[in-house]
């Protein structure tokens, strides 16, 4: 357990629902099925991550990497609303730059819905930024903004 009281480690098959009900909350239409968190779990080309604040899952990240371009893309990444404010993004990120760092990938990217404020502060106070924007991205029409930071940021 780390010193603020979470645990961080890889995911596994049995975090699906626990992991859903997050998803759940977290996101109105552009949600994952079982079926996707299962391949983005066993066999996508990537690592998925899980935080843990007592003895419940709070949230995960979702990594996935692209051989073409030797990227590192952060696919997917939630925290429980209760949860937030704590830190966990926080260490779910630094996750994410350690496990870009450990594979030699220089290049981190996502995409974030345009209206999402907080998570942009996030991510620019971590080195990342903006990159373009990709019109009509998400599911309801709205748009993304894309991002990328150098992991040796």
Known sequence: MDKRGYILRGAMMTDISAIMAIEQLCFADDRFTKQQFAYLISHAKGWFYVIEYQNKIAGYISLLTNVRTHYLRIYSIAIHPEKRGM????ALLEQAFKTARENKIKTITLEVNICNRIAIILYK?????????????????????YMQRHSTE
């Open 87 to 90: 830190g966990l993004g926080q």
């Open 125 to 145: 106070s971590n080195g990342f930024k903006a990159i373009s924007i990709k019109t009509n991205y998400y599911h309801d029409g709205s748009d993304a903004l």
